[in-house]
């Protein structure tokens, strides 16, 4: 079975500033990591996603996410956040083979402040 | 592409009843997952239909039913509404490994 813990339930930032959202799962097997943005009223939009390879993933928006397998992270970075950028953010896994069975995290919501 | 669409946006309805929720997937997308959306629970897993058949199911009651059409247009159908089915309704379509998600559908039972 897996499980995904954001530790952040929200992370409040400056504008211009930088922001790191953790992320850090439990696999018995390999799974692949994907970040989900989810604006106001609605649904969730693909960020980045790491499947094989370069463990630095970049995504839309200026996003990008660092796979690390001894410490079971795949947490989320941003050099410099906009106000747009307020939302809240989902961690998801799932298995490498199987029936692709997606494990979200409890959400973390990104506060950027003027 | 279109991506995937969910019909309707958004409905009203009152204790006791039935709703039917619609979802279209990305064309050629066989695989269509269920999620209820909370604020005290959060996002749940409710099933994933594929190629028509029930592959996985969360921890719902089962008032909450869905099935998948050789299309791969898909419905969820909750029965018996109760005040706790308040949530926003996503439904995702998978390409490979990747799920792709609707607007949702927000339900209301007053």
């Known amino acids: 079975a897996q499980s995904v813990t954001q530790l952040d339930s929200q992370v409040p930032v400056f504008e211009e500033a930088p922001v790191e959202l953790r992320c850090n799962y439990s696999?018995?097997?390999?799974?692949?990591l994907f970040w989900y943005v989810q604006y106001p009223n609605q649904g969730l939009q693909l960020l980045l996603k790491?499947?094989?390879?370069?463990?630095l993933v970049k995504g839309i928006n200026g996003f990008e996410a660092e796979f690390n397998k001894s410490q079971t992270s795949f947490h989320l970075r941003k050099p410099s956040v906009h106000i747009s950028d307020t939302a809240e953010y989902f961690c998801?896994?799932?298995?490498?083979?199987?029936?692709?069975?997606?494990?979200f995290g409890t959400g973390t919501r990104l506060k950027v402040l003027a | 592409k279109a991506g995937v669409t969910q019909t309707p946006r958004y409905l009203i309805k009152t204790r006791g009843q039935q709703v039917t929720l619609s979802c279209s997937p990305i064309?050629?997308?066989?695989?269509v997952s269920w999620y209820q959306q909370t604020p005290g629970q959060g996002l749940q897993f409710l099933f994933e239909?594929?190629?028509?058949?029930?592959?996985n199911k969360g921890n719902f009651p089962g008032r909450f039913s869905g099935r998948q059409f050789s299309n791969s247009r898909s419905e969820m159908n909750v029965s018996t509404l109760e005040l706790g089915d308040s949530a926003l309704y996503l439904c995702?379509?998978?390409?490979?490994?990747?799920?792709?998600f609707g607007p949702g559908t927000r339900l209301l039972v007053l």
């Open positions: 239909y594929f190629s028509e058949t029930q592959r």
């Open positions: 790491y499947l094989s390879g370069s463990t």
């Open positions: 064309s050629g997308h066989r695989s």
């Open positions: 998801a896994v799932t298995p490498t083979s199987g029936t692709y069975k997606y494990i």
């Open positions: 995702a379509s998978r390409g490979g490994e990747t799920q792709y």
């Open positions: 696999s018995s097997v390999s799974v692949y």
